[in-house]
């Protein structure tokens, strides 16, 4: 048992509903009491989709319990193939009928449906949404794809026409920019010369899953969500995948070049043709600035890797934290870390990233709905790279993640929070302007994120920042070291507090002076 | 006030229904309770999925630290490995030692621990026990097993009620969560009249729980109370049957079950709510040109559908097509059942899709549902209003029965204004 206030994930059964709302002619039957339904409206009120989800709840209550919810069961797995006319059913139990233990798949075989019919077990007391969508997606693909495969040890034909062609795996329903990332990547794909065979889950049918077979290949574009029906498909039809994610201008590029390799094509033409305009506004001198701000990252594993590297090598920033919650891919984010010369913060415990966050007091996060609400409060800069999401992370804009276009999103959705180059030097150099002051919003996110400057014309003197620390051998901050601190900017007067009260102890000062805080500027800045 | 609104015992044919419903636990409950009661924390019993839905129910995640959680429970609790009562514990104590501002603790029921037969009462009374008498440990169930979304509260209040001191000081409780705001005014309007002392169940801070006897009255200002009453009624106290303060007439019955029993004076009844009437009679009289005649279609939410769906009727003239509910008691509502029209539908329990053919058969020009529903209705061209903002939003008393009726006129008006 374990307490927690905010959850990352759903249960299990979210991620089967992610697959189930992302697919046509699919249908759902899950075993569940009322209340359960809640999970619908993450579709119709989060994304906005003009349906309902392709679920039928059993809602058992109390007074089922000592009776027949297996016939409960049996009649809603009837009544939703009748209804709804599906192509194919999956069928399972969420945490609560899992304790019942009705055995939906057995419930369902027994009433011989003339459509495939795939059980699903995902143990709710175990396992979380991420996991339930691969779940899901692999045992479908199994199931549908699985009669079409060729006889051990044939090997599978290839494209008739010559043409290669490839499937993309991993969007669904309530993803992070999928719908856009698919628009992107299906582009980059058929300029390089790629047939699309299957995209799935997302808008694909039954039997669009029964062709997965056909393509030479396939693209992994979620691994949380793709990886283990890619690996399925790989041992089953001998079809290679993808392994770099084309989030950023670098990791596309590699993205091009491995695609080329896997469909045997050039990738040089295309590649000397990329038009991202990330690379210049980086190096544009008013990007200058934005050297060395400290980012901290969290997310699901896919997106942190990514937004890692690309923060580091595509923007300049430094990297001073990174984490995830997918402890499915906990590895690969450990390594990257270690080579930036940190230790990963793998939890899904949304206290322990807040903890985190204010120790670093990093001057941007790039993180999850979680970590904007983290940021707000901390007053530091943030923009959501990953799930957990919200209604505004749908924007009505194509706004993909992935591609050149998806680098360019990137490039504005991150820098947009941040103070301007020369806006940061105006406000150093006069602090107690009583417009322009730390107090007021940077002017071109207009009242967004800071109290209205209401022009007062006292200058906005009380210090905000929690006053002298605790006497248990901390150093102490004097009134007029406290002072000047307080003048210096916002944004990098939490780092420069930490930094000085670290100075502070490693010198063994007692009581941090003008002089201590000057000190240690110069010891930082070496 | 109409005579339509007096206490009969005539019932209305109910169509009942069993099968999938579109409804929340009783969990949801947390999101306003644990904002009502200052001072108390709700810890829930559960799985991922009672974290999730309450995260999902409150839309937003504004709080840093809310008072509300969930102990989730995992498979090592389930193969008997843990002993999943001092692994209660165990959690409880961090929690408290966090929060030392906590006064009173709620163990939150659900499915699971239902199911698996966690014993919480008894949890409850040992780390009362332990804690006492910094904090009191409670616990109700929520769970979607044996409650519907508002009966949440119900059983929290319930469980609120042994917890009463006894008086034999003769006092108005009134029973049910109401905003702050509204709850201001009708104290005023009670002191106006001269009834006193008037007491709120729940308190806005713990220590501040009324006590309860034999001299006790109370009204319920919602309609979905009914372990509460019942918990009330075994501690003496009575409840005056009045129509729920909904809309100006709602709000003059409810008053004035209150004014007949404390003896107030036709006079100074009508002087103390003679302005809060004509405002409430105004702020509805303008949104009824766009309501009346409007058909509206309800399906099962809150509770809150048969008092509501009287005002449209009675208030706004609007034409009722079928009042779903998800429970309907019957004597809670013997001031409202009869004020609706003779031929209305009402219906209990739900199976969403026979109801929803019923719903895109009539096509009425408003439906209010929940949130699940909402946008799909909206994509076929059904205007809807979401039924949890009425959950969400102050809309009872004189003040806010213009407000409440702008709720429904948005929805209708933004149809209108569109021109894409």
């Known amino acids: 048992m374990h307490l927690t206030v905010w959850t990352y994930e759903g249960p299990p059964h979210v991620g089967a509903m992610r697959v189930a709302t992302a697919m046509k002619d699919l249908h759902y039957v899950l075993h569940a009491p009322q209340g359960d339904t809640y999970a619908d409206l993450l579709f119709t009120m989060i994304e906005r989709i003009p349906r309902r989800p392709p679920v039928t709840y059993t809602t058992f209550q109390a007074r089922d319990l000592g009776s027949d919810t297996a016939t409960l069961f049996k009649d809603s797995v009837q009544a939703a193939y009748e209804r709804f006319q599906p192509k194919a059913m999956i069928v399972g139990a969420s945490c609560t009928a899992e304790l019942i233990q009705d055995d939906p798949g057995g419930l369902a075989e027994a009433l011989q449906l003339p459509i495939p019919v795939v059980p699903l077990e995902l143990p709710a007391y175990q396992r979380k949404e991420n996991w339930g969508a691969a779940e899901t997606f692999y045992h479908l693909v199994r199931a549908l794809a699985g009669p079409h495969a060729p006889p051990p040890g044939e090997r599978r034909e290839s494209s008739p026409d010559g043409t290669p062609r490839c499937n993309i795996l991993g969007p669904t329903a309530l993803g992070f920019r999928h719908r856009d990332d698919v628009r992107e990547v299906v582009a980059l794909l058929q300029e390089l010369g790629v047939a699309i065979n299957v995209v799935a889950p997302l808008d694909a049918a039954p039997a669009d899953l029964a062709r997965l077979g056909e393509a030479d290949f396939n693209v992994v574009l979620y691994p949380e969500i793709a990886d283990t029906a890619a690996r399925w498909l790989k041992r089953t039809f001998g079809q290679p995948m993808t392994s770099v994610i084309p989030i950023g201008v670098n990791a596309t590029c590699d993205f091009i070049r491995e695609v080329a390799a896997l469909a045997e094509l050039d990738a040089q033409p295309m590649l000397e043709r990329q038009q991202s305009r990330l690379p210049w506004y980086s190096r544009s001198i008013d990007s200058t600035y934005l050297t060395g701000k400290r980012v901290f990252v969290f997310g699901d594993a896919t997106h942190v890797l990514a937004a890692a590297k690309v923060a580091r090598d595509e923007l300049g920033f430094e990297v001073v934290g990174l984490g995830t919650y997918s402890r499915e891919f906990a590895r690969e984010v450990r390594a990257l870390a270690k080579e930036m010369g940190l230790e990963a913060l793998i939890t899904d415990d949304y206290l322990e990233v807040e903890q985190r966050v204010t120790e670093l007091q990093p001057e941007l996060v790039l993180g999850t709905q979680m970590e904007r609400h983290i940021a707000k409060r901390l007053g530091i800069a943030c923009a959501v790279i990953s799930s957990p999401i919200h209604v505004q992370d749908f924007p009505a804009a194509h706004s993909p993640q992935m591609g050149f276009e998806g680098a360019n999103v990137l490039f504005d959705t991150w820098v947009h929070p941040l103070m301007m180059g020369l806006e940061e030097h105006l406000l150093g150099m006069f602090r107690e302007d009583f417009e322009f002051n730390e107090n007021a919003a940077p002017s071109h996110l207009g009242r967004y994120g800071g109290p209205t400057a209401v022009a007062s014309p006292e200058p906005a003197a009380p210090e905000p920042a929690p006053a002298v620390p605790a006497s248990d051998g901390e150093p102490c901050w004097a009134p007029d070291a406290e002072k000047a601190l307080g003048q210096i900017p916002f944004f990098v007067r939490g780092k420069a507090r930490r930094n000085t009260e670290s100075f502070a102890r490693e010198q063994g000062v007692s009581t941090i002076t003008v002089e201590t805080l000057y000190d240690a500027k110069a010891h930082f800045s070496r | ?420």
């Not at chain 2, 206490?7 to 929340?24: H, K």
């Not at chain 2, 810890?43 to 991922?48: D, E, F, I, Q, T």
């Not at chain 2, 994509?379 to 029965?401: C, H, M, N, R, V």
């Open chain 2, 1 to 420: 006030m109409s005579e339509a609104l007096q206490r009969i015992s005539v019932a209305p044919p109910v169509l009942r229904e069993r099968g999938q419903r579109e409804v929340f636990c009783g969990l949801t409950g947390i999101v306003w309770l644990h904002r009502k009661i200052q001072d108390a924390f709700f810890l829930v019993v559960g799985s991922r999925t009672c974290a999730h839905l309450i995260q999902s129910a409150a839309g937003v995640m504004i709080f840093s630290e809310p008072r509300f959680g969930t102990a989730i429970i995992d498979e090592r609790d389930l193969a008997g490995l843990a002993d999943v009562n001092e692994e209660l514990d165990r959690e409880v104590t961090r929690l408290l030692d966090r929060r030392p501002d906590i006064k009173l603790l709620f163990l939150v029921g659900s499915c699971p621990s239902e199911v698996i037969k966690l014993d919480l009462h008894r949890a409850a009374e040992r780390l009362s026990q332990r804690f006492m008498p910094n904090v009191r440990v409670l616990n109700y169930s929520g769970s979607g097993i044996e409650t519907t979304f508002t009966q949440g509260e119900d059983a929290c209040l319930a469980a609120l009620v042994p917890e009463m001191a006894h008086t034999t000081e003769r006092q108005l409780m009134v029973v049910g969560a109401l905003a702050d705001v509204v709850e201001d005014q009708f104290r005023s309007l009670f002191d106006a009249m001269g009834i006193g002392p008037v007491t709120f169940l729940p308190p806005r801070q713990s220590a501040e729980l009324p006590a309860v006897g034999e001299e006790t009255c109370y009204l319920l200002a919602q309609p979905f109370l009914t372990d509460t009453a019942l918990a009330l009624n075994q501690r003496g106290a009575r409840r005056l049957a009045a129509p729920f303060p909904l809309g100006e007439e709602g709000t003059t019955g409810w008053l004035k079950a209150a004014a007949k029993e404390f003896g107030v004076s036709d006079e100074k009844f009508a002087q103390a709510t003679a302005a809060g009437r004509r405002r409430a009679r105004h702020a509805v009289g303008a949104q009824r040109e766009q309501l009346e005649n409007k058909r509206v279609f309800f399906f099962p939410d809150s509770q809150l559908e048969i008092p509501l769906a009287r005002f449209l009727y009675r208030e706004l003239g609007m034409e009722l097509l079928e009042v779903g509910t998800p429970y309907l008691h019957q004597e809670h509502l013997d001031c409202e059942l009869p004020a609706l029209p003779e031929a209305v539908q009402l219906s209990e329990g739900q199976d969403v899709e026979l109801q929803l053919d019923r719903c895109r058969e009539l096509k009425p020009d408003i439906v209010v549902c929940g949130l699940g529903l909402a946008n799909p209705l909206e994509a076929d061209g059904i205007t809807t209003k979401w039924s949890i903002e009425l959950l969400f939003t102050p809309i009872q008393g004189y003040e806010q029965a213009g407000d409440c009726a702008e709720l429904f006129c948005r929805p209708l008006r933004r149809r209108q204004v569109l021109r894409v």
